[in-house]
């Protein structure tokens, strides 16, 4: 999208074209194409049609502000991708609360997901963004959430600017919030040092006095993460979506932990937890609690023993209904090796096989295809290493 498109979007013409664009059965279609282009220009109507796409892809991440605002969104596909959802968005914005901030510069700011929800926190925003045709979007969703906050003391610019040049100045008390692109002509970027802006940039805005938060992918490598920040995976929905890095006022320097939305917290400790062989249940703690090494804390609340000292599944004969653990009942322990593995399939009519392993070097859609999966039954293996060695353990979800 150019800048010239995105203007028309922002018009009274081009939120007609949305209105008839949301009409449509199926915005990609040609049915829906001819429509629009029977009242709107070519550019305009596909456009629109793209905005109604948009919107039907944002409903899972982005609904409550699809509804919250009038005349609606303005997105694109990259913003989409990068925008936080809205229960991570209002975390951010109630850290910067915590923190006493009063404007908060969101650098890299995209469709303003983040900068949206601090003004509803009521904190001004100067929000900056290079590419001009998604500024547009941004300063057109933050005059509507302007409006929404009734605040006429808060304040949302936007600039067009590359953060990275100095042309943007924060005040030492001001609030900076940043969520590097970590995509690039539409693939993942797993190098921080080729994030955009790099590592290096953001590296060195943790070490400004100001409050200070950074929104990166949760697999980034642990050897980034300085003792002298706070560092918590955020799980959201069942998933874990981010790591997110903070310094300066109200944070606990040097602490790991994972947040699950909206307000479970796991500190990683100092914990040592026994090592058993499989128990009645096994607990395959979520991701955040794994990357944000709170394995043993999770252990400890549970009462659980590793199977692995260096594994991530605990066992335990109690079943304890946790947000920071799956959890699966043993029903057999079997040998890992294929021989038995493909007889155990063949004798039980096992037709959908699911295979999950920590700790052992194997390609389980491999396996499966050995193992030759046949007949109307389904079972779910867990394939780890044990005090015994290696083992396939028959499990059920509870």
Not at 155 to 176: F, L, N, Q, S
Not at 261 to 268: D, F, G, S
Request: glycine letters at 8%; proline letters at 8%; a negative charge.
């Amino acid at each position: 999208m150019d800048a010239a498109t995105a203007t028309a979007l922002t018009t009274i013409e081009g939120a007609a074209a949305i209105e008839l664009a949301m009409e449509q059965d199926d915005p990609d279609s040609l049915a829906a194409a001819t429509t629009l282009r029977r009242e709107f220009r070519p550019e305009l109507a596909a456009a629109a049609l793209t905005q109604a796409a948009l919107w039907r892809a944002a409903r899972p991440k982005l609904g409550e502000l699809l509804d919250l605002l009038p005349g609606g969104l303005l997105l694109s596909p990259d913003g989409l991708q990068q925008a936080s959802r809205v229960d991570v968005s209002g975390h951010h914005a109630d850290r910067f609360t915590a923190a006493g901030s009063l404007r908060v510069f969101d650098l890299g700011c995209g469709i303003g997901a983040d900068a949206i929800a601090f003004l509803l926190a009521g904190i001004s925003v100067v929000a900056v963004e290079r590419d001009p045709a998604t500024a547009i979007l941004a300063r057109h969703n933050l005059d509507l959430a302007r409006r929404v906050a009734d605040a006429d003391d808060l304040t949302a610019e936007v600039i067009i600017a590359d953060v990275t040049e100095g042309a943007v100045r924060p005040g030492p008390e001001d609030g900076v919030f940043l969520d590097p692109a970590r995509r690039n002509a539409g693939r993942r970027v797993w190098n921080p040092d080729d994030f955009s802006p790099p590592w290096d940039f953001a590296a060195e805005l943790l070490r400004r006095p100001g409050p200070t938060g950074i929104k990166l992918g949760p697999g980034l490598p642990h050897d980034r993460i300085d003792d002298s920040v706070e560092a918590e995976w955020l799980s959201s929905g069942g998933e874990t979506v981010e790591l997110a890095l903070w310094s300066g006022p109200g944070v606990a320097p040097g602490r790991w932990s994972a947040l699950i939305l909206p307000e479970t917290r796991i500190v990683r400790g100092p914990v040592q937890l026994p090592v058993s062989g499989p128990l009645r249940y096994v607990y395959e703690p979520i991701g955040a609690v794994i990357r944000s090494r709170a394995i043993g804390t999770v252990g400890a609340m549970l009462d659980a023993s590793l199977l692995d000292p260096q594994g991530a599944y605990l066992t335990s004969d109690e079943l304890v209904v946790t947000p920071t653990a799956a959890a699966f009942e043993v029903i057999k322990e079997l040998p890992y090796t294929e021989k038995v593995l493909r007889a155990w399939v063949r004798d039980n009519g096992i037709g959908t096989l699911e295979i999950k392993q920590r700790g052992i070097s194997l390609d389980p859609a491999l396996l499966r295809l050995r193992l030759k999966p046949r007949g109307p039954a389904s079972a779910t293996l867990l394939i780890t290493r044990t005090p015994s060695g290696a083992r396939a353990l028959h499990v059920r979800r509870v």
